[in-house]
């Protein structure tokens, strides 16, 4: 297969990351015979330096001629502490999923069986845990009016849903249970919001042409404590914009690091696929941060385009890569293994490796062949 890749490695540790997961590209081309052609282009911060815009036309058009993108990571701290910065790198990515219809961003959640000692949080309660968070993506409050009043001391950021909004994602929702576990949980604050209770109706009414999915609520104050109270009970979560955010971070602490969670955002056409992190810039260009969300994101694309094989060898090779110990310091503070080392690991084991295989840990730290 030929693709076209448009590589946005924005800010902070983006471009430490999608280095590598080109790498692991690379190496499912040359393993499988595919041609993948890569075109990079600036967002966030770095394009705001370079061109004043956060999201330059020209990016826009590198996307929109290509297959697929893969994002890195947004976001500088001079903006995070100037609350007056007229411009944002964020603005970037959130007009970029807007202008390529990105309604759905899919999350997956897993508790890898290697880590479940790295968790925060006690192996019993979190082992076989799998669940999947479809978070509307181009909807909500991230996207309705904002307001300050002229003597800025009064602010208002409106939360708008319609029906339509609702029910494309909740089809795609409904639709992944059925290789899953079929069973679907709605996390809304219905209780107090009007555009929850669009979302309840909504999805409730949808959920009849799926007799056979398990469809259940859950007010997200509670689903935020369940996420890690009893994490093993969900299958697919569907919920809006902002609650998603949230939920999702928090549901990384399963995986026991943030750097392990890649995402796949998709909707009418082109689809974008980015990990979870943000830009972390006290990492950048430090050699330590976790490439593997960005690994699993390129999984994750080669999966939408259905190279099957070829996602499950790159996961694979990613599970061969925790199991050795061959991670960055977040998973293991001892660790002496960087980014770069890590993603040489993964490649290499996509293009050599067999189950019996023996890593050489000599040649890892010499950059060599990590094969037997
Ligand atoms: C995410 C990020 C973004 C979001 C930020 C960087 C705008 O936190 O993808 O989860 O809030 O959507
Ligand atoms: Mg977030």
């Not at 990351?17 to 790498?23: G, I």
């Not at 996390?187 to 409730?204: C, G, H, I, P, Q």
């Not at 259940?216 to 689903?223: G, H, I, R, S």
Request: proline residues 4%; charged residues 25%; aromatic residues 8%.
């Amino acid at each position: 297969m030929k693709l076209n890749i448009a590589l946005l490695p924005g800010d902070g540790i983006g471009p430490d990351v999608v280095v590598q997961a080109v790498k692991s590209l690379q190496a499912v081309a040359d393993a499988f015979g595919h041609t993948f052609h890569f075109e990079e282009a600036l967002v966030g911060a770095i394009a705001i330096d370079k061109t004043g815009d956060p999201l330059p036309e020209e990016t826009l058009a590198v996307c929109k001629k290509s297959d697929a993108v893969l994002f890195g990571a947004i976001g500088d701290p001079k903006y995070d502490n100037d609350p007056k910065a007229k411009v944002r790198p964020e603005q970037g990515l959130l007009k970029l999923r807007k202008s390529l219809g990105l309604f759905t961003n899919i999350r997956p959640i897993k508790a890898y069986p290697t880590l479940i000692e790295k968790s925060p949080l006690k192996k019993d309660i979190i082992s076989g845990t799998d669940f999947t968070i479809y978070r509307e993506l181009t909807g909500g409050i991230y996207f309705g009016e904002k307001k300050i009043s002229e003597d800025g001391t009064i602010a208002s950021d409106l939360c708008e849903y319609s029906e339509a909004e609702i029910e494309r994602i909740a089809h795609l929702a409904f639709k992944a249970t059925r290789s899953r576990k079929n069973k679907l949980t709605l996390v809304d604050k219905a209780n107090v919001l009007e555009t929850s209770r669009l979302w309840r109706r909504v999805v409730t009414t949808i959920g009849k042409s799926y007799p056979d999915v398990e469809l259940d609520f859950l007010f997200v104050d509670n689903a935020a404590m369940q996420i890690i109270l009893n994490p093993s009970q969900f299958d697919v979560i569907l919920t809006e914009n902002m609650f998603g955010d949230i939920i999702s971070d928090e549901g990384s602490v399963i995986g026991g690091s943030i750097g392990l969670l890649a995402s796949a955002s998709v909707g009418s056409d082109i689809a974008m696929f980015e990990p979870i992190h943000g830009s972390y810039p006290q990492a950048k260009g430090k050699d330590i941060a976790n490439p593997v969300a960005s690994i699993l994101s390129a999984a994750m694309l080669l999966e939408h385009f259905n190279l099957k094989e070829e996602a499950e060898t790159i996961q694979y090779a990613v599970e061969k890569s925790l199991e050795k110990g061959v991670v960055t310091p977040d998973l293991d503070k001892n660790s002496t293994y960087g980014t770069n080392k890590v993603g040489d690991f993964i490649a290499d084991f996509i293009l050599h490796a067999e189950d019996t295989t023996q890593v050489n840990k000599e040649n890892i730290e010499f950059g060599q062949s990590t094969i037997i």
